[in-house]
């Protein structure tokens, strides 16, 4: 194994395996405990992208989540290819084929790079002055083109065969971040016995510690301190330990998001292992532990491959044992680079020079660098780095001007200071405050219950992040109930101190120039562009970010933000607070589709739900529809008959006799507490507190703006219980409705919300000779009209199960609903049918349900009405309560648009021909003949062949339709017009005496 930049003896993988890999088709090696980018470092590849807009030659930036240059396709077989894979993050496995991206014919040769020489034509916002001319040319040529040329990488065209999982935790404190501050802490609240949760997005916890050479905790090595103080973390029963995690997100109410990798770091992952682990976390408290950001310095062509942070060639020596060049120059405005610098000396690794931008800056760090024998030049910057696929030299000249000198060098490390990391802060709602003192944004105010401590919070120092950590975790504790317990604080017995550094570009890229000096790397945003973006009028930092695309890479703008933002700052002649701070938005890092998705693809993509009585249904032939998730019988077709043929006689069965019809997949949700009933006052537009038990009521619920939402049939079980029935589509979104209002606008009501649809199955018997084939097999419940009325409900027996019985009718004949617990609903359904048998009763599905609704003039929400229907429209203004003060949606239906005339309103059709079906859907006119575009003036909701009636029937909304009764309307058709007359809603039993018999 030849890996000519692995320095023996340095770094943490001394004794690791060989691990063989390969990039762009050339083989190498490098050992486990490497990423993809130590390895190919370790081989001397500094090469490995190209920029989005220029294609630019890129190499390794960092060696962590903020690598903006470094995107890979990873390649396990044809179906398993990830694009955008950050190199600095990808661990080695044995096999591994990575790809570079973004370049065409070869990464060495990219005809792509013709952009680089075109750049003027690229300036900032070029795309909202180009291709706007011929007009013609968009769809054809610009578009196409343009589509082609979006993105990085190339998508899978295969599925995934990969599964990802996904979990829910609860837990008394989460720390986030795995650094010297989040063990800290974590330490701190576990040791009080509550429950923790520690994640840290690196395979190894310890942060800067993996590179910190100076630090010492507890007599030994910062690095080896944080392992065994996780190890400690993980033997302890109230405490989960998650390395390869990322906190992603930041929700409301403490909720965190947080992906796992699991597979991909492995050689052969398990069949029985998913790729990742999605963990939706609620936590009592939360303690930010995310760290800082090294920024890189602006000046020209520092995105050469070879030029990179400090830290990261820290990082690549100290942890992996790799030197990212033989001789190194350093680039720096702070005192950071210096360690990188020394440690690099001292493995052998010659320094050409350290050019400090400060002036005469003091320390331990410069007077070690100088025994060292490293040049070290002060007040002196880098106005240029040679070379194209590889740095070769940097150009030095003292900041204020004067003469040039060139250094040869095979990288350059470079730090302008370092940036909390306030991502997750920000995605709580949080705000955060500029401290001018320090130049940097640190949390401010808090909006949820969490702290954020060590270097994300702006804290300098190892002893001040530990004591900050540690106070924090004792004081998360005991804000959960812990009592306090004995502990003792981590002693730091040295550590590494840094300054603070430097904001916005360098000297020799400042105002007035012209070069390509980069703040977004990715994609490939200068100083310039900064500077041109404020010139041309966006002057707010918001406008920058979109006009420039600032920001807007896969990193986030890591480490783009706070240089982007004190360029514009400077430019617009305004302190950096007034110019303000972009929007942080999940995800922290790029998630893939599959953990977000977890389980619910291909059949589980959208689960289909049965009900308990539907083996009955397929064993008697039954046709099904998809209802929603549900699978609902349809019609029953019996040999020789069609689905009309079917379904008309379905409807003559139950006006004639009796039908049996599955209803379980009505949305129930049980309301019960002392104040259920006022709670269903302000949910629905119907009186509910006088409703006595026994008796159930038709409701209606509405939205804020006054339209339908829902409806059902309320029955009232007690003083303190509501049986309440939605729509089968309607269930979610209604239980959504209820615990919304609830939770932020009715909290102080004592009440609870339960669906039970799935706990209930639910039979509907339909007809004159209903009670005939309940009654025998029911008891504790008076079956009679007297006892048991029209709209009522009791609770009972029916087979020897629990019943709940409600004497209700979707279908106008006599009906019942009987409710009994979902595991019996199939043995409830056979006894019904067999005694159906007796009466010549039969099983109706879904279409004849419709169809018999219809003959009634009882409306599906939904499909009469399209979210702009109010009560009045749909002739409902009697299920409103009119001596009721307040109802959600009671001030939307007083708006003056809501009760003008002329609204759409339902209304019944009937066709001239009785035997023409009209379209659902279809288009009303007042008159056929008029231009076209026609005046539209309703539509066709419902429309149903009625065998009962011997005609067609439709329900329409038509404006003004209640004033139109008689009146002859339109339904123009591609083959013909169909005249219609405008009728009632109720086609049969006008007078609604078949309810009782």
């Keep these: 194994m030849i890996e000519a930049f692995r320095i023996p003896g340095a770094g943490r993988l001394k004794q690791a395996k060989t691990a063989r890999f390969s990039f762009d088709g050339q083989a190498y090696a490098g050992v486990e405990g490497d990423t993809l980018a130590s390895a190919l470092l370790a081989n001397g590849v500094h090469l490995v992208g190209r920029s989005f807009k220029y294609h630019r030659p890129r190499g390794f930036l960092s060696a962590g989540a903020e690598e903006p240059n470094a ?39 990219d005809v792509g790079a013709v952009n680089d020489i075109a750049s003027p034509l690229f300036s900032a916002g070029f795309y909202y002055k180009t291709f706007m001319w011929p007009k013609s040319a968009w769809k054809s040529l610009y578009e196409p083109k343009i589509r082609a040329a979006a993105g990085l990488g190339v998508a899978p065209d295969q599925p995934d065969p990969d599964h990802y999982s996904a979990r829910f935790a609860h837990c008394d404190v989460l720390v986030l971040g795995g650094g010297a501050a989040g063990i800290a802490a974590a330490l701190a609240a576990a040791e009080t016995g509550v429950r923790v949760m520690l994640a840290d997005e690196q395979a190894d916890f310890g942060g800067s510690l993996r590179f910190e050479s100076g630090a010492r905790i507890e007599g030994q090595d910062g690095f080896a301190w944080a392992q065994a103080a996780v190890a400690k973390l993980r033997a302890m029963d109230n405490v989960r330990v998650l390395s390869r995690t990322t906190a992603f997100g930041y929700y409301a109410q403490n909720f965190v998001g947080l992906v796992e990798r699991i597979g991909d770091h492995l050689q052969k992952p398990g069949r029985d292992l998913p790729r990742e682990r999605l963990w939706q976390v609620r936590a009592k408290r939360v303690v930010l532990a995310t760290g800082a950001i090294e920024r890189h310095m602006v000046f020209a062509d520092n995105d050469r491959p070879g030029v990179m942070l400090a830290s990261a060639a820290r990082t690549y020596l100290n942890h992996y044992g790799v030197a990212v060049g033989k001789n190194v120059g350093v680039y720096t405005a ?8 020394i440690d690099l000396k001292k493995a052998g690794v010659n320094v050409a020079a350290i050019v400090d931008l400060r002036d005469n800056p003091t320390g331990p760090v410069i007077n070690e660098a100088r025994a060292l024998g490293i040049e070290v030049n002060f007040g002196r910057a880098v106005i240029r780095a040679g070379g194209k696929l590889r740095v070769s030299s940097m150009t030095v000249q003292p900041k204020n001007g004067g003469g040039e000198r060139t250094i040869p060098v095979d990288a350059i490390l470079m730090s302008a200071g370092w940036t909390p990391s306030v991502h997750l802060f920000s995605q709580s709602r949080g705000k955060v405050a500029f401290n001018d003192e320090t130049k940097r944004f640190v949390p401010g105010t808090y909006a949820q219950d969490c702290i954020s401590v060590g270097a994300c919070n702006g804290t300098d120092g190892l002893m001040a992040t530990i004591d900050e950590a540690y106070a924090a975790g004792t004081k998360a504790a005991k804000d959960v109930g812990a009592k306090a317990a004995k502990s003792t604080k981590p002693k730091i017995d040295a550590s590494e101190s840094w300054s603070r550094g430097m904001l916005g570009a360098a000297p020799g890229a400042g105002p007035g120039t012209t070069v390509k000096a980069f703040v977004d790397f990715q994609n490939d945003v200068t100083a310039k562009d900064i500077r041109q973006a404020v010139h041309e009028g966006m002057h707010s930092i918001e406008h920058v970010k979109r006009f420039t695309t600032n920001g807007m890479a896969t990193d986030q703008g890591k480490t783009s933000n706070m240089h982007g933002l004190a360029i514009a700052a400077e430019t617009l002649g305004k302190p950096i607070p007034q110019v303000g701070l972009t929007t942080f938005r999940a995800p922290y890092t790029p998630v893939t589709f599959g953990s977000i998705v977890g389980h619910a693809r291909g059949e589980l993509f959208d689960p289909t739900r049965k009900t308990a009585i539907q083996p009955w249904a397929e064993a008697h032939g039954a046709v099904f529809e998809d209802v929603g998730q549900w699978k609902r019988a349809w019609y029953f077709p019996k040999p020789g008959e069609d689905m009309h043929a079917a379904v008309d006689r379905e409807c003559v069965t139950v006006r004639t006799t009796a039908g049996l019809f599955d209803a379980s997949t009505l949305g129930k949700i049980e309301v019960v507490g002392p104040d259920a009933a006022k709670f269903m006052e302000l949910l629905y537009t119907n009186p509910w507190e006088k409703l006595e038990p026994g008796r159930c009521r038709y409701g209606i619920m509405l939205r804020e703006d006054g339209f339908i939402y829902d409806d059902g049939v309320v029955g009232r079980l007690a003083p303190d219980r509501f049986h309440v029935t939605t729509t089968t589509g309607g269930a979610p979104r209604v239980m959504n409705h209820m615990e919304d209002y609830f939770q932020t606008e009715f909290p102080h009501l004592n009440v609870w919300l339960t669906s039970i649809t799935e706990q209930w199955a639910v039979i509907a018997v339909q007809g004159p000779k209903s009670r005939e084939i309940i009654a025998p097999l029911v008891e504790g419940i008076d079956m009679s009209d007297e006892a048991l009325p029209h709209m009522s409900v009791r609770e009972g027996k029916i087979c020897g199960v629990p019943t709940r019985l409600f004497r209700m009718s979707f279908t106008g004949e006599r009906g019942f609903e009987v409710n009994v617990p979902a595991d019996y609903g199939q043995a409830v359904w056979e006894a019904l049918w067999a005694e159906g048998q007796k009466h010549g009763a039969g099983a109706y599905g879904t279409e004849a349900m419709h169809v018999l609704r219809a003959e009634k003039g009882y409306i599906i929400v939904g499909q009469d009405t399209d979210g702009t229907v109010t009560p009045n429209d749909a002739g409902l203004d ?55 575009p026609m005046k539209m003036i ?33 339904v123009p058709m591609p083959d013909k017009v169909i005249e219609v007359e405008v009728t009632g809603m109720v086609f049969f039993d006008e007078k609604g005496e078949r309810l009782n018999g």
């Design 878 to 932: 009697w299920a409103v309560g009119k001596k009721k003060a307040d109802f959600v949606g009671i001030r939307g239906m007083a708006r003056p648009d809501l009760v003008a005339k002329g609204r759409k309103q339902l209304v019944g059709l009937k066709t001239k021909d009785p035997k023409v079906v009209l379209e659902e859907g279809a288009q009303i006119v007042g008159d056929p003949k008029q231009a076209i």
């Design 938 to 970: 309703g539509h066709v909701t419902s429309s149903y062949w009625s065998q009962n009636c011997g005609r067609s029937i439709a329900l329409a909304l038509v404006a003004g339709g209640r004033d139109r009764m008689g009146e002859t309307l339109y």
């Design 334 to 341: 702070n005192d950071s680079a210096y360690a990188a610098a």
């Design 71 to 109: 995107l890979v396709q990873i390649e396990r077989d044809a179906a398993r290819k990830t694009p955008n894979v950050r190199a600095t993050v990808q661990e080695l496995y044995d096999g591994l084929t990575a790809q570079s991206q973004n370049r065409w014919p070869s990464l060495s040769f």
